[in-house]
């Protein structure tokens, strides 16, 4: 929480400096600062199924996050209008599974550990013909896992501007440091055996619709196909005959999310968000979510907005529990998370738009407080609690 406090002082600082103001009537060809978000988060999280140790063990993990994200418009000679977008994350958790890699108890270095995650893109949008360019490229890194991504997408709005479509093509390229359990190291002493690649590519397609006033309406289908090294080799898996191995996974893995959401405005006062999610993938794991989050302005400058998330999910072809498994199988995993469970997640956000800005700063014009509760049916729940910071 200290290093949430930290940050947010610090970006006070660059709130407080006073920003160019674009007084021109025409659209800004210059570029200009649109938006500065900063979001942060504190996340803990307890169970007794890790995969560390083979689906039984300490789940013990916290996770402090600190985000910033900087958009910046500009508009062409054509009057397009261009934005661009710069994000940075830095993560540091503590883990008491990740340390039973060594048989350890929190006294290594792998205890805890930190990941960076810079995203840059942009988009262009010509407000004539009603379409919009975007790309994209990001990175995430931390100890033991590099991930390169890169993105290209368009959309385009109907006559009426009352729908829009849209596709985005995604990859993402990755490496994986191959970290076995010390007690299944060829030479007994050295972390790591190289690394092995894994690559992502994905299609997402939605469509969104203005049904009326009151109502809108977006139905999604994404397309995402996995090759390569999918296990991850610190996973042990412990036989019948208490042998214990690496996880093995299949190297291929096709996923199909279909969703829905729905928005509908209840007067000026209310609005009720639903979302259904169905998802079916060729490891055999199919999976429901359904939420619901009803946002309420209870003055002309403060909301609540509590939330509901229902989730469910079939175990895969490959899982098993501690001592489950044998020879027989070719593919092995005790990760619950590939386990059956179901889950809730639920909690309220407390939202602050003052007239004048906060803090007496005219442009840092919104301040967020969000708290959210997760339980899983296996045991496993965490509490999440996270503060945004806008300024415009």
Do not use: C
Request: proline share 3%; hydrophobic share 35%; no cysteine.
């Amino acid at each position: 929480m200290k290093k949430i406090i930290i940050s947010i002082v610090a970006l006070f600082g660059l709130f407080n400096t006073k920003a160019q103001e674009n007084t021109n009537k025409e659209p800004s060809k210059k570029l200009t600062l649109d938006e500065i978000n900063l979001v942060s988060s504190y996340y803990k999280q307890d169970g007794n199924n890790s995969a560390v140790t083979g689906g039984i063990g300490s789940e013990k993990l916290t996770d402090i996050s600190n985000t910033i994200d900087v958009t910046m418009v500009k508009y062409d000679k054509k009057l397009r209008k261009n934005k661009f977008d710069f994000s940075v994350g830095i993560d540091h958790y503590t883990s008491a599974s990740s340390d039973m890699i060594d048989m350890k108890a929190n006294s290594s270095a792998s205890s805890a550990d930190n990941r960076i995650y810079p995203t840059l893109s942009w988009s262009r949008e010509n407000e004539e013909k009603g379409t919009t360019l975007m790309a994209g490229v990001s990175y995430s890194g931390e100890y033991d896992y590099q991930s390169f991504g890169a993105n290209i997408g368009l959309a385009q709005k109907t006559p009426n501007r009352m729908g829009e479509f849209t596709a985005k093509l995604q990859a993402f390229m990755d490496q994986v440091s191959l970290i076995a359990p010390i007690e299944l190291r060829n030479d007994g002493n050295s972390e790591s055996s190289g690394t092995s690649g894994r690559n992502t590519f994905a299609l997402s397609l939605s469509y969104s619709q203005i049904i009326n006033k009151n109502l809108q309406l977006e139905f999604l289908v994404d397309g995402i196909q996995q090759n390569g090294y999918l296990s991850l080799p610190f996973h042990r898996v412990y036989f019948k005959d208490n042998s214990v191995h690496q996880e093995a996974l299949p190297d291929t893995r096709f996923k199909l999310p279909l969703g829905m959401r729905a928005n509908y405005f209840i007067g000026d006062k209310v609005i009720l968000r639903a979302y259904y999610r169905y998802y079916t993938d060729d490891w055999g794991l199919k999976s429901n979510t359904f939420s619901l989050e009803t946002p309420v302005k209870i003055s002309p400058f403060v909301s609540v907005t509590p939330f509901y998330r229902y989730y469910s999910q079939t175990a895969t072809k490959y899982f098993a529990p501690y001592q489950q498994h044998t020879a027989l199988n070719d593919f092995y995993t005790s990760n619950y998370d590939l386990s059956k469970f179901d889950s809730h997640f639920y909690g309220a956000g407390v939202r602050i738009n003052p007239k004048n800005g906060l803090f007496g700063v005219e442009r840092l014009n919104m301040l967020e407080i969000r708290y959210g509760h997760y339980t899983k049916s296996i045991g496993m729940q965490s509490d999440i609690i996270s503060l945004n910071l806008r300024f415009k």
